[in-house]
RNA sequence: GGUCGGUUGGCCGAGUGGCUAGGCAGCGGUCUGCAAAACCGUUUACGGCGGUUCGAAUCCGCCAUCGACCUCCA
């Protein structure tokens, strides 16, 4: 391709160039959400920045398939006294079946990043649709020797997996170290370590969520399903795999060690994890409930919001923070964000209707340059970002005469807008369409009220003037005894 | 307790040795009948101490402090 992308390995902790196996194809898997909850900012970050791989990769030339699961089948929750099924759970609560809070989840998931304009991936698989698959996985590990069976469940071998392997490479943990700060979980005393971890659980009677396999009438092990349904889609090995950095211990080591107990070999070639969303300094999580919805975003229906957020602030503040670094939510950095993308779709605007007068240098063939140094420098959307606005300052100037630019640089100028901030960063200036409805509802209604006071003063010249007019220009007026009605032809 | 990562100006947020990121706010100005908007210009910084270096926000050491993961989590 025609661009040296690097990207942080968090397998290696180093930038690396990145390199696919098969060019001009690139593979990537991305941990997808479990739907049992509406998606909130977090969600969005991951989902945002895994976009804006895919979208430049795309954009280099590469032709990807982006999987991004959807986690359906629920893991353990630590408080529940026999291991209970977190969608199952919820599904008991709510009274509806589980597939149904699966499925309504899953639709919100896709309307809120739509809004967002995440693209969509080119294979969204369901865990639940993969179980055969993941105990096909199950049986391989079983054979390769580096899992046990134990009442009707099945559970990962570390220990022995360690013997061969190094367990906790990715990140960075020593399996000793580990075995002198495990807390207590279910199934304890099932395992032969208490770190194991499961690949099959025995379901439990009140258990909704179940499937029948050789060992019991149970559900798939945590984190089965991406090692499963990653393998299925992409094969053995592949390119990129992503998630937020949260899922890197235990989550990510876990696959890593299933694929090779599985397989022999590692099958991913890049590890990308994103950071985390904050609120006063904390993560915003789940578990510490200091979340905040897309919706609420979006309406501005929380204490914390002092105004609603548009999708597109939303996405232009996460993407104004490295991907890799933490980003601390709060109403006055949101606004700030708010205000910038305002002032850059405005410059865009003006861009869109500037005059080529004259000449001009080597300005926007550097602004470019500079521009792909830093998207391609591990996706440094800030410092492209900022590259953008210091062209917005040359926009400006060109627009108020102080500063003159070609005909043939202009077009440069406009490709490269279009380039960066529409296809790259997925940004688009949605407001436009919106305000203009309105400003349209506001004119007709101010020009008809003018015709009833023309009619009143029996100037009727005048009002049949203001209706032919309007009807040449589409709009169509109905007068009624109170007022009028008015529709676009 | 282990592993890892932060600490940058009023706020957010880039930056791996010299070339003052950027956005927002503030301040000054242009424009305007007034106002707003818009545009232009612009001040404030690198947690502390020590070291390496001609030169450090950037490298090294120590200390302080915050956080992430070690349990489901984007």
Redesign the pocket.
């Known amino acids: 391709m025609k661009h040296q992308l690097t990207v942080y390995n968090s397998l290696t902790?180093k930038?690396e160039l990145f390199v696919p196996l098969h060019s001009p194809f690139v593979g990537m898997y991305v941990?997808?959400?479990?739907v049992y909850?509406d998606p909130?900012?977090?969600?969005a970050?991951?989902a945002i920045t895994f976009d804006l791989v895919f979208r430049h990769l795309s954009h280099l030339g590469y032709k990807v398939r982006y999987v991004r699961n959807i986690?359906d089948v629920g893991?353990?929750?630590?408080d529940a006294d026999e291991g209970e099924d977190?969608i199952a759970k919820k599904a008991r609560l709510e009274q509806i079946e589980p597939m149904e809070v699966v499925q309504y989840y899953n639709n919100r998931y896709h309307h809120f990043m739509e809004k967002l304009l995440v693209l969509p991936p080119s294979i969204e698989p369901l865990a639940s649709g993969h179980i055969i698959e993941q105990i096909q996985l199950i049986e391989k590990i079983l054979e390769a020797g580096y899992a046990y069976e134990s009442n009707g469940s099945v559970y990962f071998d570390i220990q022995k997996y360690n013997e061969n392997y190094p367990y906790g490479k990715l990140?960075?943990?020593?399996l000793d170290?580990?075995l002198?700060?495990?807390?207590e979980?279910d199934g304890q005393q099932e395992k032969r370590n208490n770190?194991d971890?499961a690949l099959w659980k025995k379901a439990s009677p009140e258990h909704l969520m179940h499937w029948p396999s050789k060992w019991s009438e149970g559900f798939p092990g945590?984190h089965l399903e991406c090692s499963a349904m990653s393998s299925k889609y992409l094969g053995e090995e592949f390119d990129i795999h992503g998630?937020?950095?949260?899922?890197?211990?235990?989550?990510h080591e876990c696959e890593i060690a299933q694929t090779v107990a599985a397989s022999g070999k590692e099958s991913v070639r890049y590890w990308l994890h994103?950071?985390?969303?904050?609120v006063n300094?904390?993560?915003?999580?789940?578990?510490?409930g200091n979340?905040i919805t897309l919706e609420e975003f979006f309406t501005g229906n929380h204490k914390s919001l002092e105004k609603a957020y548009s999708p597109m602030a939303i996405r232009f503040?996460i993407l104004?923070?490295?991907y890799r670094?933490?980003?601390?939510f709060?109403n006055?950095?949101l606004?700030?964000?708010e205000?910038?993308l305002?002032?850059l779709f405005?410059?865009i605007k003006t861009l869109s209707q500037l005059k080529a007068t004259g000449t001009s240098g080597e300005y926007v063939a550097n602004l470019r340059v500079k521009c792909y140094e830093a998207i391609n420098?591990?996706l440094?959307s800030?410092?492209l970002?900022?590259h953008l606005?210091?062209g917005?300052?040359l926009i400006?100037?060109v627009n108020?005469g102080?500063e003159s630019i070609s005909p043939e640089e202009l077009e440069n100028l406009q490709n490269l807008y279009k380039t960066f901030v529409g296809e790259v960063l997925g940004l688009q200036d949605e407001t436009a369409s919106e305000t203009d409805v309105q400003l349209i509802d506001g004119l007709v209604n101010m020009v008809l009220e003018m015709r009833i006071e023309a009619k009143n003063r029996k100037d009727f010249a005048a009002s049949d003037q203001i209706r032919n007019r309007l009807l040449q220009l589409g709009i169509e007026v109905k007068d009624r005894k109170d007022g009028f009605d008015w529709s676009k032809k």
């Open positions: 902790r930038k941990c997808g959400p479990t909850g909130h900012l977090g969600h970050r991951s986690t893991h353990l929750e630590n977190k990140s960075g943990r020593v170290d580990l002198s700060f495990t807390r979980l770190f971890f945590w998630g937020g950095m949260d899922l890197l211990f235990p989550h994103n950071n985390m969303i904050t300094g904390q993560k915003m999580g789940k578990s510490l979340f503040f104004q923070a490295h670094s933490t980003l601390d709060s006055e950095a606004q700030a964000s205000k910038g305002q002032r405005a410059a420098d591990d440094n800030p410092i970002i900022a606005f210091d917005v300052r400006n100037a108020d102080h």
